[in-house]
């Protein structure tokens, strides 16, 4: 397999969530705002997940601490904040929280696409294999 399966795998699971927040943001104030709410940030932390469980410390140990993992953690961080922000999909606060959320995930995602991404295809191109089945295979765990 190619290096760049993570890559790829995890940029396609960046565009279902972009369409997912979209989804979500496109249903604030109507009686399918809350659901659509409830399955972006499900999505959202299932895929922040993998890439902390999975890609980043395989990276980091490649790496270390610092570099991007730790911007990518703090924006991870940043992410959660909003998602938890309790938002039940409906009024102002909604869009609201859409419309920074958009911007945030926008930046969040091009940074790893454009970066993060392309440097796990070089570092762990002996290992991709195996971090690709262990993200297909994962499930969220919440702390």
Not at 32 to 47: I, K, L, T, V
Not at 77 to 105: K, P, W
Not at 106 to 120: G, W
Request: aromatic share 4%; proline share 3%.
């Amino acid at each position: 397999m190619s290096s760049t399966g993570l890559s790829s795998f995890l940029a396609a699971q960046h565009r279902e969530l972009d369409q997912l927040m979209e989804d979500a943001d496109n249903a604030c104030g109507t009686p399918q705002g809350a659901a659509a709410f409830a399955r972006f940030r499900e999505a959202m932390e299932h895929h922040l997940e993998i890439e902390e469980r999975v890609l980043f410390p395989e990276f980091a140990q490649r790496t270390g601490p610092g570099g991007p993992l730790s911007v990518m953690r703090q924006e991870h961080d940043a992410i959660r904040g909003l998602l938890a922000s309790g938002q039940d999909g409906h009024g102002a606060a909604c869009r609201a929280l859409f419309d920074t959320m958009t911007v945030l995930v926008s930046q969040h995602h091009l940074k790893e696409e454009n970066v993060l991404y392309p440097m796990s295809d070089k570092l762990l191109a002996d290992c991709a294999e195996g971090l690709l089945a262990a993200m297909k295979e994962a499930t969220v765990v919440h702390e």
